[in-house]
């Protein structure tokens, strides 16, 4: 039976580490919140006393923690999981951090003798509560080959990025491009509406036509539209303004260390950090309509 160790008991990690359970997997689960842990043990986990509790004697130690800093102290601070993994664990990250840290993070595992990737997700909390997330890996093929089974218990698109770091490269591309067409999808409704298009016409011809993005056919900025979106839900979220700013900060501090022109990437996190700066920032990211429009 695979024993998994799952540090990081949030949003995103806590139904994860529940669809490894429901897998038929071993799971020892720590978070620094003892309720995180409390709802992982009603879910078929077993409460460990630290990070490095649930990381000795695991086959896998997967982590999803908030930034860069953390990833860093959890499996190199002296009680971190180096220290106390089977010689033969292999390590998956999972969180969003920047390119940086998980390549000096997985390179520094591998001169211990650990196998490790960089897995950020895709698809939000419906999709971790539903196991079927996107797994965007970075890492060597051996490494990649370990941890594509475990992955598949909690998602159903896994996707080998490339070396070390390029799973983080590839999440943050991506939603630096995600937060970009909200924001032209907001624009675009808000300017159909100023002109007296109504938003479910505006959405009947554009949803077919060339300006299509999934952002609109998925997660419709506009009320009405599309049922599931958070717009009908007054923005409640699905995935935070808070989040994807983090996100669009990371894809900038990377853009400026590669000498990227991103002037787009950089004007739509300005818009971001608007909303954090009025505290709306807990709403849905697609939130950014009210924004457009003056509502905030």
């Given amino acids: 039976m695979t024993k998994v160790g799952f540090i990081g008991l949030g949003n995103m990690g806590a139904p994860m580490a529940a669809n490894l359970v429901k ?9 620094r919140s003892d309720v995180a842990v409390a709802k ?10 630290s990070a490095a509790d649930a990381a000795s004697n695991a086959d896998f130690v997967i982590t999803m923690l908030p930034a ?28 969003t951090i ?12 591998s001169e211990s003798g650990f196998a490790m990737v960089d897995a950020p997700v895709s698809g939000g909390v419906a999709a971790a509560t539903k196991g ?16 594509k089974p475990v992955l598949e218990k909690m998602g159903k698109n896994i996707v080998h990025a490339g070396a070390a770091g390029n799973g983080q490269v590839a999440k943050i591309c991506n939603n630096m491009l995600l937060g970009i067409t ?18 479910q016409t505006f959405y009947d011809i ?14 419709c900025p506009a009320p009405g539209p599309l049922e599931s979106a958070p717009s009908n839900r007054d923005y409640q979220p699905g995935f935070a303004a808070a989040m ?11 853009a400026h260390k590669a000498k990227a022109a991103t002037p787009l990437g950089a004007q739509s996190e300005a818009l971001y950090a608007l909303m954090e700066s009025a505290g709306k920032d807990n709403l849905d990211f697609s939130g950014v309509m009210r924004l457009i429009k003056g509502d905030l």
């Fill in 23 to 31: 897998a038929g997997c071993v799971v020892h689960a720590y978070d």
């Fill in 206 to 219: 554009s949803s077919t036509a060339s300006g299509q993005s999934w952002s609109m056919t998925s997660y």
């Fill in 98 to 109: 920047d390119v940086e840290t998980a390549r000096s993070v997985i390179g520094a595992a």
């Fill in 244 to 254: 994807m700013l983090k996100d669009m900060r990371l894809a900038q501090e990377a």
């Fill in 132 to 147: 079927t997330l996107t797994f965007m890996v970075g890492g060597e093929d051996e490494a990649f080959a370990r941890a």
């Fill in 182 to 199: 909200m924001i032209a999808t907001c624009e675009a409704f808000n300017l159909a509406e100023k002109l007296g298009l109504d938003a």
């Fill in 40 to 49: 992982a043990v009603n879910n078929g986990c077993l409460s460990a006393r």
């Fill in 68 to 95: 860069g800093s953390h990833v860093k102290s959890v499996y190199f601070d002296a009680d971190g999981i180096i220290e106390s993994a089977s010689h033969d664990a292999t390590f998956i990250d999972c969180s």
